[in-house]
């Protein structure tokens, strides 16, 4: 009997998305096998800054932990390190512009990260991961081929051929595109399909914190690891840290003459792009003129409080140039200073979408503005989903199995492409003191609420037992 030819799967771009999907299709080879390549147009793991503190749901986490060998995920805790007990909150803080508290989900805490695992999807636990080492952790085991950079696809009854910019092509049964916003494969498959400028702009930079300014922000703000300062005259600020001590570099405590303790955070500045006088475009390339444009905005839309001045501060951190090696920037984590429209991708604005050997995952399908920080974590889900779907191929069925995943994922992600973006809006709306007396007292009665359903579900969990 002849035996029937193992289908191969290309995956364009090894981000969180392209990796995990490899990492699944492996895992589940005893299932289905297939032979997967991977493609990145990077020239190496270290061609690039690989970002900085990324939000990371439960759903995600559990996605992950589906999708990985145990070999990967016993290195997890190097990306997204267990709870600090009693030190750090996981979960998001909304606060006024001047610091006060006014919603605090009561989101489940964990001991350990595998237990994010187990918690209840309705909880939408989040914590910090660090996106550049979640990326080391994932590319274990994968043998990524470097320095291709896909151009173009044909598709045929047979299968699909992939062309690089080098000139080499390789053929596959299924192409997945995991290439990111900018993805070429989503342009030419769905060209009608648009990135949309949602009239938000926003700066995201790392800064390397002392201990003295991370007690005054903790001390107005709390201990929340994603903190949310809602504006009142069109901006909002985000900020994501872990209350980890940063293992010092022996030059950073030379050049900084000092043994205190610093920590990592990373910081987005929203605000309305109707506010630039600057084409941003002219000074994006220049980190010390980006960190005095936010400052600028930051004093123009804040009032004088003690929240501003920290924030003055930590924007006063940021690395203005490239340091010379990677290790002059402790933890090895350098990202630079980021100042960008906030686009977004909504599938859902098209009228028809056809299945084919070629399929969408991650941000080429559904890039969403940061502000939820959900972007990696559909990525996740949209890989488990895809290879989930894929145990039922063979060659007669493999268009019914990718129109599963793409049910799976229109039905999930499209709406949080819309959440985020409305999100993001309504953040950098100006809400005036009429507004903002009404905004923080529905907050703080969800808070309030929150917290007794809260109490009530422990009253009936000790009941129980
Ligand atoms: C360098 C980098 C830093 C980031 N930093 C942050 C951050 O700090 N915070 C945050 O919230 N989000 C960040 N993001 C975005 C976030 O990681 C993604 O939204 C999310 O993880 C979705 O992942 P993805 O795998 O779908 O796409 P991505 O993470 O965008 O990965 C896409 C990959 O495809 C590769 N690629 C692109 N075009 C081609 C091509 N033509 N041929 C071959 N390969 C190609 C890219 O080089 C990249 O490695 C970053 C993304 C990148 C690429």
Redesign the pocket.
Known sequence: MQQEKVPTVII???????LTLYHSLIKNKDKKEFNVKI????SGPKD????????FKSQGFKSLMNCIPSSVALNLPKAIPNPVPGVEYHGTSFSDHEGNLLLRPPFKQFKNIYEIAEIPDHFLSGTIAY?DRLRDVLLENVPVQWG????RYEETDEGVWVNFDDGSREFCDILVD???????IRKQKIPELQINDIGTTHA?ASAVVPKHLMDRLIKVNGNSVIQKLLGLNGDSTFIGLRLIPIEQEQNFKNKNNSDELHYRI?MFYFYSSELDNEEIEKINNNPALVVEHIKNMIRKLRPECEMTNILLELWDLVPKAVPKESEDFPFKTY?PIQLRKVRDINLLTINSWTSSRVTL????AH?MS?YL?L??TH?IQDAEALSQALLNYSPENYISCIKEYENNMLKRAPVDVLKSRYATIKQVTPVGYFGLFIRNSILKTTNFLMKIHDSVKILDLVKIH
């Open positions: 364009v771009g090894a981000g969180p998305g392209g493609f990145e147009r990077e690039r800054w690989q970002g900085y503190h990324i939000g996106r291709k950079k896909l151009v995991a290439s990111g916003i900018n993805s070429p995201v990373t990202n995952i991650g941000d080429a890039a940061p920080g972007g990696t990525a």
